[in-house]
């Protein structure tokens, strides 16, 4: 009975160590207090600039041919803003 509550423990305890990011940001999650319309407009077009980024990374691993349908869809989206 004891070696099987030890596994239970050590399973549990590899659990949570893999899944710590997901569990921080589950139970602490991040407050984002006293943006102004200027940081948040800013934040979201870093996040924009980091998308287009990953997209035109992997075409140019690749070739443009290598972009799934939604990829290329986003990527046009992400153009036009």
Do not use: C
Not at 25 to 47: A, L
Not at 50 to 58: C, F, M, T, V, Y
Request: no cysteine; charged share 35%; glycine share 2%.
């Amino acid at each position: 009975m004891s070696e099987v509550l030890i596994l239970i423990i050590i399973v549990t305890a590899v659990l949570a160590f893999f899944n710590r990011e997901w569990i921080k940001n589950r139970f602490f999650p991040k407050k984002h207090t006293n943006y102004t319309i200027d940081d948040q407009f800013n934040s979201d077009k870093r996040e924009r600039e980091k998308e287009i980024d990953r997209l035109l990374s992997k075409i140019g691993k690749n070739g443009i041919n290598d972009l799934s349908a939604k990829d290329r869809k986003r990527l046009d989206e992400l153009s036009k803003m």
